[in-house]
């Protein structure tokens, strides 16, 4: 069974960053494509970001492109997800999670994946 832990989630004010970590174990995640979603109050669980088992191929939501960036060691069985500038309306519930399998494109839908983290809370003050 696969249990994926998130940490590094926290309270940062507008503008500044934070690092989430996301760790694997279980069986190692190496093939599969990872990503990151995020689920704000009252709102849908949102995809934030995916990256194949290489690292190379990643894929953003619209409202993180150029701010956030994920990247992954499959030595360590790990995936992190770097954001910068972030706003109020980043204010979520992080969660980590591994699709099944490999392959392309890599899956916006939550549907396409099988293995979740219990979340990790970021906060943006303004």
């Known amino acids: 069974q696969v249990e994926l832990v998130e940490s590094g989630g926290g309270l940062v004010q507008a503008g500044g960053s934070l690092r989430l970590s996301c760790a694997a174990s279980?069986?190692?995640?190496?093939?599969?494509?990872m990503g990151w979603f995020r689920q704000a109050p009252g709102k849908e669980r949102e995809f934030v970001a995916a990256?194949?088992?290489?690292?190379?191929?990643?894929h953003y939501g619209d409202a993180v492109k150029g701010r956030f960036t994920i990247s992954r060691d499959n030595a360590k069985n790990t995936m992190d997800l770097q954001m910068m500038s972030l706003q109020p309306g980043d204010t979520a519930v992080y969660y980590c999670?591994?699709?099944?399998?490999?392959?392309?494109?890599?899956?916006?839908?939550?549907?396409?994946?099988?293995?979740w983290g219990q979340g990790t809370q970021v906060t943006v003050s303004s």
């Open positions: 990256s194949d088992w290489t690292g190379l191929s990643t």
């Open positions: 279980g069986r190692s995640l190496r093939d599969n494509i």
């Open positions: 999670a591994a699709a099944a399998h490999g392959g392309w494109p890599l899956p916006t839908s939550q549907n396409s994946y099988a293995y």
